[in-house]
């Protein structure tokens, strides 16, 4: 949770420096109103809370979200609540208007420095353009069935992901088809946005490139340990290079 509101602030202070980044009681709010709707994020950030105080806090996270334009989800780390409150999360999150979208997974790991990759279908080529931001882009439109437009709106013309990130792409015969990025965060290597286009999944596209962003990432700035959040599709990949699971992740929307 830590690590999501560390690396979500710069993320969404990079797509607009006037978004609204706070950190209220229980709740960290990182939501740049935007199109891309990984940008638009709030967390609770409560250890330990009860049945009563996550009924609270889901509501008033919800009125948050319902004062935006653009919709964006609510990540619940299920081990910050306590036994009951775990339990009662689906009903909970009912009655504030909440509606389970996906599952994820956090993991982590102390697993750098990881070899340099290889992959006999791919080059590799780091994010450095506006014409690979574009692509990167959308390899995670198609990844995770946004619009096109949406993811853009999220990247396009950022310095940040040009200089700052170390995000690469993975090219098969000159054309993009996967993508990861990672970014230092409190002495810690973050993965983030890794995507491979539909067509060419279970190839080991998303792996490979992957163990790309590790190395250079940590190469560049040092940490041994690396942590990410994992969608379902994803989830398979990431202990293969040294990630284990540690918190259950739930996203949600309004409904």
Same mark, same amino acid.
């Given at each position: 949770?830590?690590?999501? #509101? ?17 950190? /209220? ?10 199109? &891309? #709707? ?7 950030? !409560?250890?330990?809370?009860? *049945?009563?105080?996550? !009924? ?14 653009? $919709?964006? &989800? ?9 036994? !009951? ?10 009655? *504030?208007? /909440? ?13 750098? $420095? ?9 080059? &590799? ?20 069935? =946004? ?15 040009k200089r700052g990130v170390h995000a690469w792409l993975g090219l098969r015969d000159g054309v993009p088809v996967t993508c ?12 983030? /946005?890794?995507?491979? *286009? $539909? ?10 490139v992957t163990r790309k962003a590790l190395y250079e990432g940590a190469r560049a700035t040092g940490p041994t340990r690396a942590?990410?959040? *994992?969608?379902?599709?994803?989830? $398979? ?5 040294? =990630? ?12």
């Amino acid at each position: 949770m830590e690590q999501l #509101a560390t690396v979500w602030r710069a993320m969404v202070l990079d797509r607009d420096p006037g978004a609204d980044v706070r950190d /209220l009681p229980g709740i960290a709010v990182r939501w740049a109103d935007c199109r &891309f #709707a990984f940008w638009n994020c709030v967390t609770l950030t !409560e250890a330990g809370a009860d *049945a009563a105080l996550t !009924e609270r806090r889901l509501a008033e996270a919800a009125d948050v979200m319902r004062a935006k334009e653009h $919709p964006g &989800f609510l990540w619940v780390f299920e081990d910050l609540l306590d036994a !009951e409150a775990r339990a009662g999360l689906t009903a909970a999150a009912e009655r *504030a208007g /909440l509606a389970h979208v996906f599952p994820g997974t956090g993991m982590a790991g102390d697993l750098l $420095p990881v070899p340099e990759p290889a992959h006999p279908d791919l080059t &590799f080529v780091r994010v450095s353009t506006d014409a690979h931001l574009r692509a990167y882009a959308d390899l995670n439109s198609r990844a995770y069935g =946004f619009p096109l437009e949406d993811g853009r709106d999220g990247l396009a013309g950022s310095t940040l992901w040009k200089r700052g990130v170390h995000a690469w792409l993975g090219l098969r015969d000159g054309v993009p088809v996967t993508c990861a990025g990672t970014v230092e965060a409190d002495g810690r290597l973050f993965v983030l /946005l890794v995507a491979t *286009a $539909p067509e060419w999944e279970r190839r080991g596209y998303g792996e490979a490139v992957t163990r790309k962003a590790l190395y250079e990432g940590a190469r560049a700035t040092g940490p041994t340990r690396a942590t990410l959040h *994992a969608t379902v599709a994803g989830a $398979p990949v990431y202990p293969r290079i040294g =990630f284990a699971p540690n918190s259950p992740l739930r996203f949600y929307g309004l409904r």
